[in-house]
């Protein structure tokens, strides 16, 4: 499945953003989706995930409370709403594909994540 995300920018502390990632290529209700970010000079981290359905959610430990992953089926696309956001939050954010919501939270490496796509960058500033 090929991932595409949009909706980065330059925001104020406090402010919100909503990051969207479209797929094309497989059948979209097949994969759980995540969100991932990296900020410069640290390791890729999972923000978040979102089974199949959307009736189950994995939030790291950083952003619980203040983003929320959805996703619309329909539309082969998943969302990040991200309120409240911090500098701390700047980072390039990409969304991957995956087959269980096994492949994003069991394994730290992520070697079941089927798919990633390119990133976009959310920048906040002080």
């Known amino acids: 499945v090929q991932l595409q995300a949009s909706g980065g920018g330059l925001v104020q502390a406090g402010g919100s953003l909503v990051l969207s990632c479209v797929a094309s290529?497989?059948?979209?209700?097949?994969?759980?989706m995540g969100w991932f970010r990296q900020a410069p000079g640290k390791e890729r981290d999972l923000v978040a995930a979102?089974?199949?359905?959307?009736?189950?959610?994995y939030y790291a430990d950083s952003v619980k409370g203040r983003f929320t992953i959805s996703r619309d089926n329909a539309k082969n696309t998943v969302y990040l709403q991200m309120n409240s956001l911090k500098p701390e939050d700047t980072a390039v954010y990409s969304c991957?594909?995956?087959?269980?919501?096994?492949?994003?939270?069991?394994?730290?490496?992520?070697?079941?994540?089927?798919?990633w796509g390119k990133g976009t960058l959310v920048t906040v500033s002080s």
């Open positions: 991957a594909a995956g087959p269980t919501m096994g492949s994003f939270i069991a394994d730290p490496n992520y070697h079941g994540v089927d798919s």
């Open positions: 290529g497989r059948t979209f209700s097949d994969y759980v």
């Open positions: 979102i089974s199949w359905s959307g009736g189950s959610t």
